[in-house]
């Protein structure tokens, strides 16, 4: 090879190293807005599992209705310790379910909390 050929060869390397190092940049750049697209569809898909929970059937049931459930779901002479054992588990459902139980005097007239 000429000296000529060399430097052009040289020169040649040296572009593509160049276009390499914006490639590489693009790719990084592309790399954080995956990263964000990635993040916001996430939320998206939480959103989506939150609303969808309004459609559920057990949200249409009368509040009485629930009253009646959850009587039924303690069984008779339950005892609830306030410091060593879990609340009953509709309390935390959500805040009507919590709501109504606080209301209905036969749910808690079943049960005996340990202090």
Not at 27 to 36: F, G, K, M, P, Y
Not at 42 to 51: A, P, S
Not at 85 to 94: A, E, G, K, N, R
């Amino acid at each position: 090879l000429s000296s000529s050929d060399i430097c052009d060869i040289h020169k040649n390397i040296s572009d593509a190293r160049d276009i390499l190092k914006a490639y590489d940049k693009e790719i990084r750049q592309l790399e954080r807005t995956l990263a964000v697209i990635r993040s916001m569809a996430g939320d998206l898909k939480e959103r989506i599992k939150e609303t969808f929970f309004l459609l559920s059937p057990v949200r249409r049931l009368p509040n009485e209705i629930l009253g009646e459930i959850f009587k039924f779901s303690m069984s008779s002479g339950s005892v609830f310790s306030c410091t060593k054992q879990p609340s009953p588990s509709f309390l935390t459902v959500c805040l009507r379910w919590r709501t109504i139980a606080l209301s209905t005097p036969s749910v808690w007239q079943s049960i005996t909390l340990d202090y």
